[in-house]
């Protein structure tokens, strides 16, 4: 089956710099990848996706890049805030029936004021 | 519209003994699952369900059984709670025709 790594696992940086987290994935029919912010007890909930058919999308301060050669896919966020401040899990699935998602691991991203 | 749902938040249960984790959602969406996430982890697929009366194993089923008799309700069984079981369970619905994967507010369960 499918199987998503994500690192770094912890990631912290200064208000208004860049984080950058990376997923690689091991089933190359998978064609739909989502990013997922988790704030401390709260559910998942969809920041962006990206499908196979394109290399980057962006919204807002959110970006990600596909590399489906390498298999591998990157979420950028910029100018962070406190706000920012969450467990971001990548995902990757086969766009299809049942559209199973296999997770990363998850990344504590903190931005520090 | 509610979204999806979930029932009880929070539940202890003792080792041997059994519950229903309730899953509803108000979209009608044909696709939903349940998820497990442990501490400091993703999460992990257990069932999935395409539609109703169709359910389906997903990464770790053990210890578990699903239902899905109306395309609302989707409640996943505990029989026999083993303190491996202690997790935090998700429900998540999307429709037919989309991607994105709309989870509930999760149930905290902890075995001892």
């Known amino acids: 089956g499918e199987n998503v790594e994500q690192h770094p696992s912890t990631l912290s940086v200064q208000e208004g710099d860049s984080a950058v987290i990376k997923c690689t994935y091991s089933?190359?029919?998978?064609?739909?990848f989502p990013w997922y912010k988790q704030e401390l007890g709260k559910r998942p909930q969809l920041i962006i996706d990206?499908?196979?058919?394109?290399g980057e999308k962006k919204d807002q301060r959110i970006a990600v890049t596909l590399n489906k050669t390498a298999k591998h896919f990157s979420l950028h966020i910029t100018e962070t805030q406190p706000e920012d401040s969450a467990v971001y899990f990548c995902a990757a699935s086969i766009s299809g029936s049942a559209r199973q998602l296999t997770f990363g691991s998850g990344t504590q991203l903190t931005v520090l004021p | 519209n509610a979204g999806v749902t979930q029932t009880p938040k929070f539940r202890i249960l003792k080792i041997g003994q059994s519950m229903t984790l309730q899953c509803a959602q108000d979209?009608?969406?044909?696709?939903m699952y349940w998820y497990r996430q442990d501490p400091g982890m993703g999460l992990k697929l257990i069932y999935y369900?395409?539609?109703?009366?169709?359910?389906d194993k997903g990464e770790v089923p053990n210890g578990y059984n699903v239902s899905r008799s109306t395309t609302e309700d989707f409640p996943l069984r505990l029989e026999l709670a083993a303190p491996s079981q202690t997790s935090v369970y998700f429900c998540?619905?999307?429709?037919?025709?989309?991607?994105?994967?709309?989870f509930g507010p999760g149930t905290r369960l902890t075995v001892l």
């Open positions: 998540a619905s999307s429709s037919t025709g989309g991607d994105e994967q709309f």
């Open positions: 990206i499908r196979s058919n394109v």
């Open positions: 369900s395409v539609g109703a009366g169709i359910t």
């Open positions: 089933d190359s029919a998978s064609n739909y």
């Open positions: 979209m009608n969406h044909n696709y």
